[in-house]
């Protein structure tokens, strides 16, 4: 295994490249707000998406100006209503019709965010021994020295999707917000909870670790882990292509578009066809069962891990 003071050394350039490769992707999509040309454009506007714009200090009025701000915020903003989560991405889903050379740029991005997820991978690798808390520490001070110590790193790995062809049909519709709710054991939440503070410096875990050995025996049972998508995204669910008389036409599923999908142009600069849905997903009617039995405050609130009420 390598050293891993050699592969902190590999981090900082390979950083260096993602932010200079996303001032690059802005610009060119900068020259396409202001081009002569129209470049067709379908951006929602959810509520989390305003907020993502505000936070970049831009409008949807200028969509290409936008989404190039978005793929050039590498470093952590407090987007509003998060309460600071450093887990939460800005997103803005929608299309985008772009020329070859704007796309052959989202690629080199895109390969070198993959450049530098993998470097950071295989430092924590290398520090695999240590507890998790001074790994993450080690990872913020690698970034620190490299210049960008507010690296968002969920940002800095989501890559931008991309169609190179121009389809015949793009599909777009909303999923719902997905709940995994799964039983853990008392046993589990201590071994986390020690992982995340192992000096017992953190006043927080360490009540929590209390909380939890206080736990009665008759509620030991009773501890769930509840995950929940942070928001609901737009999903490409098909990009459709037309082949010729006697042969099958072609479906390919995209991905989440927390971040606007530049596709193909044609010609005239356009989109495919394209379905158009409401700004924001319809409420959902569907009756809750598993979760109406669980507490709606966390007991462990940095394990996520909740009660599942007696009845």
């Given amino acids: 295994m390598k050293d891993h003071r050699q592969l902190a050394l590999s981090i900082p ?34 509520p989390f998406a305003l907020e993502a714009a505000q936070s970049l200090q831009e409008s949807f009025e200028r969509p290409f100006s936008l989404a190039g701000a978005l793929y050039n915020q590498l470093d952590y903003v407090e987007p509003l209503g998060t309460g600071g989560d450093a887990r939460a991405t800005l997103q803005i889903p929608g299309l985008l019709a772009v020329p070859d050379k704007t796309l052959a740029l989202a690629k080199q991005l895109n390969s070198d965010k993959e450049a530098f997820a993998s470097a950071i991978a295989e430092y924590r690798s290398a520090l695999a021994e240590r507890p998790m808390a001074e ?46 709710i799964r039983k853990v054991t008392v046993q589990w939440c201590e071994k986390k ?13 360490q009540y929590q670790r209390q909380l939890l050995a206080g736990l009665h025996k008759s509620q030991q049972e009773d501890l769930r882990q509840v995950q929940v998508q942070s928001r609901p995204n737009i999903q ?76």
Wanted: aromatic share 8%; charged share 25%; hydrophobic share 35%.
């Fill in 13 to 46: 350039p390979l950083l260096e490249q993602i932010h200079s490769s996303a001032a690059e992707l802005r610009d060119s999509l900068e020259q396409l707000q202001t081009a002569g040309k129209p470049w067709q454009h379908y951006l929602l506007q959810p």
């Fill in 135 to 180: 790994r993450d520490r080690n990872v913020r001070e690698v970034l620190a020295q490299a210049g960008y110590p507010r690296a968002h790193l969920r940002q800095c790995y989501r890559l931008v999707l991309l169609c190179e062809q121009h389809p015949d049909a793009i599909t777009l519709s909303w999923i719902k917000a997905r709940k995994s």
């Fill in 193 to 205: 909870l020690v992982q995340m503070d192992p000096t017992g410096a953190d006043p927080g875990i």
């Fill in 236 to 311: 490409v669910a098909e990009i459709f292509f037309a082949q010729e008389a006697g042969e099958e036409d072609q479906y390919r599923q995209v991905g989440y578009s927390s971040m606007p999908i530049l596709v193909a142009a044609n010609e005239a600069g356009g989109l495919p066809e394209f379905t158009r849905v409401d700004h924001q997903p319809s409420v959902s009617r569907r009756r809750q069962r598993r979760d109406l039995a669980i507490s709606t405050e966390p007991f462990l609130p940095a394990l996520r891990v909740f009660l599942r009420q007696q009845r």
